[in-house]
């Protein structure tokens, strides 16, 4: 055994040497280098044509006040904060522990990282395996050379090494693409992260919007229904004919006819809630959100261009794959070149187990081998060509990413500052239409005017609550939309784990 170690120590001392070396080597095949952020003409709108105002409207009276857009302030890595509601914040941290979507894309990010791990074993380092075995052998015997020994056992025991020697970067490339793999995993389970929490929010918000437009609904029913009883009164003591208590009981029918909708709306959105949150749909303990239990975020940071390439994890991602794309064309350009193994081993045969080790049954073997390709009918040549190919294909999908990015962006800016102006109209429109109902209803009751103009009173007066409210909801949404758009402040998490670490496992994700 002393024999044995007194081998291994200088090769493997050797080999480091040789694995040293080669890691200094040349790589061959294109440096992979970050896409620079796309240059805009004019700061002062860099996502959409015209300048976005500095705030949006408001409209006094509904909760819609201004929003004031602040250009290069950084987002909150808890953005949904922002819209002050204790039971939607309690919610997303539950749902951020219960979520098999986030669980699935934490997963898949363990098994890159592993996969890496095991590659990188593989190939960074020399192999070494130990054997160990019995032989029981029988030859003619003449080659014995020993009458009546001509079968035999031999035992042998020996530790082999061999390493490859990465001379022209092919086990580099291949791992600085592993390597992307694993990044690309890291920026999905952002994506992830995004995705759920943004989800949530509107989804929350959408319940918002249907509570107070079935309340709008029922508000509307009740005073029909009010109108419907006095009709009828009338028309008992003969001021008015039978067909105008006909015309108000379609009315009041109407109305009622919309609420099952509205009810079958908002219990599919409840379900939808519990799914997003981890929950069965009938689970019970799940929060109910009404718009006034939510206020509308007053400042809005907008990421500047050269920021949101770094910030968006659809781009990080992209970027990634491109990354990857780029080390296979490396790996493809290698594979041209030749290969070197470097090989030994050292150990003992005996024909007796209690000599093994003995300075007598000492074996050793060195030994060094070069492959190079000489004739594979254009197989390598046209690998690389495909590598080439999907790297570019991989980088036209990348600037299509960013494309989607900034369009993004740009129609969130836009529609945050129209539907301010929708909403304020539509309050403005809510605010006359119930001026324009009580006034004519008082005509009507005095005979002032006909039943006709109160029946299109109370449809517009109807009309606008509900848009009112879709109006109110709207303003949630795009806030929600632009914190999405922009990419969630991801990089700014440090209140809450780090969640490429589930529950109960050790270590952690190191920030980048």
Same mark, same amino acid.
């Given at each position: 055994?002393?024999?044995?170690?007194?081998? &291994?120590?200088?090769?493997?001392?050797?080999?480091?040497?040789?694995?040293?070396?080669?890691?200094?080597?040349?790589?061959?095949?294109?440096?992979?280098?970050?896409?620079?952020?796309?240059?805009?003409?004019?700061?002062?709108?860099?996502?959409?044509?015209?300048?976005?105002?500095?705030?949006?409207?408001?409209?006094?009276?509904?909760?819609?006040?201004?929003?004031?857009?602040?250009?290069?302030?950084?987002?909150?890595?808890?953005?949904?904060?922002?819209?002050?509601?204790?039971?939607?914040?309690?919610?997303?941290?539950?749902?951020?522990?219960?979520?098999?979507?986030?669980?699935?894309?934490?997963?898949?990010?363990?098994?890159?990282?592993?996969?890496?791990?095991?590659?990188?074993?593989?190939?960074?380092?020399?192999?070494?395996?130990?054997?160990?075995?019995?032989?029981?052998?029988?030859?003619?015997?003449? %080659?014995?050379? &020993?009458?009546?020994?001509?079968?035999?056992?031999?035992?042998?025991?020996?530790?082999?090494?061999?390493?490859?020697?990465?001379?022209?970067?092919?086990?580099?490339?291949?791992?600085?693409?592993?390597?992307?793999?694993?990044?690309?995993?890291?920026?999905?389970?952002?994506?992830?992260?995004?995705?759920?929490?943004?989800?949530?929010?509107?989804?929350?918000?959408? %319940?918002?919007?249907?509570?107070?437009?079935?309340?709008?609904?029922?508000?509307?029913?009740?005073?029909?229904?009010?109108?419907?009883?006095?009709?009828?009164?009338? $028309?008992?003591?003969?001021?008015?004919?039978?067909?105008?208590?006909?015309?108000?009981?379609?009315?009041?029918?109407?109305?009622?006819?919309?609420?099952?909708?509205?009810?079958?709306?908002?219990?599919?959105?409840?379900?939808?809630?519990?799914?997003? $949150?981890?929950?069965?749909?009938?689970?019970?303990?799940?929060?109910?959100?009404?718009? %006034?239990?939510?206020?509308?975020?007053?400042?809005?940071?907008?990421?500047?261009?050269?920021?949101?390439?770094?910030?968006?994890?659809?781009?990080?991602?992209?970027?990634?794959?491109?990354?990857?794309?780029?080390?296979?064309?490396?790996?493809?350009?290698?594979?041209?070149?030749?290969?070197?193994?470097?090989?030994?081993?050292?150990?003992?045969?005996?024909?007796?187990?209690?000599?093994?080790?003995?300075?007598?049954?000492?074996?050793?073997?060195?030994?060094?081998?070069?492959?190079?390709?000489?004739?594979?009918?254009?197989?390598?040549?046209?690998?690389?060509?495909?590598?080439?190919?999907?790297?570019?294909?991989?980088?036209?999908?990348?600037?299509?990413?960013?494309?989607?990015?900034?369009?993004?962006?740009?129609?969130?800016?836009?529609?945050?500052?129209?539907?301010?102006?929708?909403?304020? $109209?539509?309050?403005?429109?809510?605010?006359?239409?119930?001026?324009?109902?009580?006034?004519?209803?008082?005509?009507?009751?005095?005979?002032?005017?006909?039943?006709?103009?109160?029946?299109?009173?109370?449809?517009?007066?109807?009309?606008?609550?509900?848009?009112?409210?879709?109006?109110?909801?709207?303003?949630?949404?795009?806030?929600?939309?632009?914190?999405?758009?922009?990419?969630?402040?991801?990089?700014?998490?440090?209140?809450?784990?780090?969640?490429?670490?589930?529950?109960?496992?050790?270590?952690?994700?190191?920030?980048?």
């Amino acid at each position: 055994m002393m024999e044995i170690r007194k081998f &291994i120590a200088p090769r493997s001392a050797c080999l480091a040497a040789v694995v040293a070396l080669a890691l200094a080597g040349c790589a061959v095949g294109p440096d992979f280098k970050t896409p620079a952020a796309p240059q805009v003409a004019d700061e002062s709108h860099p996502y959409t044509p015209a300048t976005v105002p500095a705030q949006t409207a408001s409209a006094p009276g509904t909760g819609g006040a201004p929003q004031r857009l602040a250009m290069g302030r950084d987002i909150p890595a808890l953005w949904w904060q922002l819209f002050r509601s204790e039971p939607l914040d309690q919610l997303i941290r539950s749902a951020l522990t219960q979520s098999p979507t986030l669980a699935s894309a934490q997963a898949a990010l363990r098994q890159a990282r592993e996969t890496y791990e095991a590659d990188a074993g593989r190939k960074l380092v020399p192999g070494v395996t130990g054997q160990v075995g019995a032989t029981r052998e029988r030859l003619p015997p003449a %080659e014995g050379g &020993i009458p009546g020994a001509n079968v035999f056992t031999v035992y042998g025991a020996s530790v082999n090494v061999s390493y490859t020697i990465d001379a022209f970067g092919a086990t580099r490339r291949e791992l600085e693409g592993l390597q992307a793999t694993v990044d690309y995993q890291r920026y999905q389970v952002e994506a992830a992260y995004l995705s759920l929490t943004t989800n949530l929010v509107t989804t929350a918000i959408q %319940e918002a919007s249907l509570r107070a437009q079935l309340q709008a609904t029922r508000d509307v029913v009740e005073a029909e229904a009010q109108s419907l009883a006095l009709v009828q009164k009338q $028309a008992q003591l003969g001021a008015v004919a039978r067909s105008t208590v006909l015309a108000q009981q379609a009315l009041l029918a109407q109305s009622r006819a919309t609420l099952p909708g509205l009810e079958k709306s908002l219990a599919q959105t409840r379900h939808q809630l519990a799914v997003y $949150a981890g929950r069965l749909p009938g689970d019970a303990g799940l929060p109910e959100f009404g718009l %006034e239990s939510l206020q509308l975020p007053q400042d809005l940071p907008v990421t500047l261009p050269s920021a949101l390439v770094r910030q968006r994890p659809d781009i990080r991602a992209s970027e990634a794959l491109l990354h990857e794309a780029s080390a296979q064309v490396g790996v493809a350009t290698a594979n041209l070149y030749p290969q070197i193994t470097l090989s030994g081993s050292a150990g003992s045969d005996a024909l007796r187990i209690d000599k093994l080790f003995t300075g007598s049954s000492a074996a050793w073997s060195a030994g060094a081998g070069l492959l190079q390709p000489i004739f594979n009918g254009g197989a390598l040549q046209a690998n690389k060509r495909a590598a080439v190919a999907a790297f570019d294909t991989a980088n036209a999908q990348y600037r299509q990413t960013v494309l989607n990015a900034f369009l993004n962006v740009a129609n969130t800016l836009r529609a945050l500052d129209r539907d301010a102006e929708a909403l304020r $109209a539509q309050a403005e429109a809510e605010a006359l239409a119930g001026e324009s109902l009580d006034l004519v209803t008082r005509q009507y009751r005095l005979g002032a005017v006909s039943y006709l103009s109160l029946l299109d009173a109370q449809r517009t007066y109807q009309q606008t609550r509900v848009a009112l409210v879709q109006a109110q909801a709207a303003r949630y949404a795009d806030s929600a939309a632009l914190f999405q758009a922009l990419g969630g402040g991801w990089w700014n998490r440090t209140e809450l784990a780090d969640i490429s670490t589930p529950a109960g496992a050790a270590g952690s994700e190191s920030k980048r």
